[in-house]
């Protein structure tokens, strides 16, 4: 054998027992595929959320109150004065407010102007006829002339009484929905009269809400940092909704028509 061939010989035993004996070592070292455990991924458990329950307590709600009354305007004009106060209790008859025209105010105001010229001039000559610096006629002249200015004041009101608005019943001003000097159309709603004692509310729920409520269950009204106390006076179900009657102190101040508040019920 030449020397060639037996390194050639001695090369390849070498590569075949270098890889037997990697062949080996990947065997210990190494499980096969097949034999390892299987391993179940987590059972993931989805928990679906509670049925959502109504709230019992606190009820966003639009609250219309029962025994207010709507003052309209007679006619058409300007609301020349608001002679009373919001909150103010009120007599039957009283006077609530006056509309007018623009030209009956102008008119108006020209003529009370030359009235208290003349009222002055009357003043000032009496004195001087009283001392003999004028004569007599003078002041009968300025005497005609306050009273023909007057006369015809007195005759501009009486037309002008067809935008007095009176209150028709007893009761408290509950709201004023018009500024003095705003233009106004006949049938406006300018005001909100309240009758006198209890006062009551109309609110109108989820039916959920109303369950086990009934007349005499207490109840809160809140409007901002309003906070009032109320009864229930009846329940009325209206399909998916209820409607409650709620019964304020007389004292209480009733909130804006359609005001939209947090209504409190205590069962």
């Known amino acids: 054998m030449t020397p060639t061939k037996q390194h050639v010989r001695i090369l390849t035993v070498f590569l075949f027992s270098s890889l037997l004996i990697i062949a080996l070592w990947l065997s210990v070292a190494r499980q096969p595929a097949d034999t390892l455990p299987d391993i179940e991924p987590p059972e993931v458990v989805s928990e679906e959320p509670p049925p959502r329950t109504e709230a019992r307590g606190s009820h966003r709600a639009q609250l219309v109150p ?44 020209r003529l009370q102007a030359r009235a208290g010229v003349a009222r002055h001039q009357v003043r000032t000559l009496r004195h001087l006829v009283a001392d003999g610096y004028e004569p007599q006629a003078n002041l009968d002249q300025a005497q005609a002339r306050l009273d023909a200015a007057l006369a015809e004041i007195a005759e501009l009101e009486a037309s002008m009484e067809s935008g007095r608005i009176l209150a028709p019943a007893e009761g408290v001003v509950q709201e004023l929905l018009v500024e003095e000097g705003a233009a106004v159309e ?24 109303a369950e086990g409520i009934g007349p005499g269950h207490a109840a809160r009204v809140v409007f901002g940092s309003q906070s009032l106390d109320a009864r229930v006076m009846q329940v009325r179900p ?8 709620l019964e304020l102190a007389a004292d209480s101040e009733l909130p804006a028509e359609g005001a939209i508040g947090e209504l409190f019920l205590h069962p």
Request: hydrophobic share 45%; charged share 15%.
């Open 66 to 109: 029962l025994d207010s009354s709507r003052i309209t305007a007679p006619t058409s004009g300007v609301l020349a004065s608001w002679p009373v106060a919001q909150h103010e209790s009120v007599a039957a008859g009283q006077l609530l407010a006056s509309i007018a025209t623009p030209d009956q105010n102008a008119r108006l105001a």
């Open 186 to 209: 006949a049938g406006d709603v300018i005001a909100m009269l309240a009758a006198p004692g209890p006062r009551a509310l109309r609110s109108t729920v989820p039916a959920g809400a």
């Open 238 to 245: 209206a399909g998916p909704r209820a409607e409650l009657h």
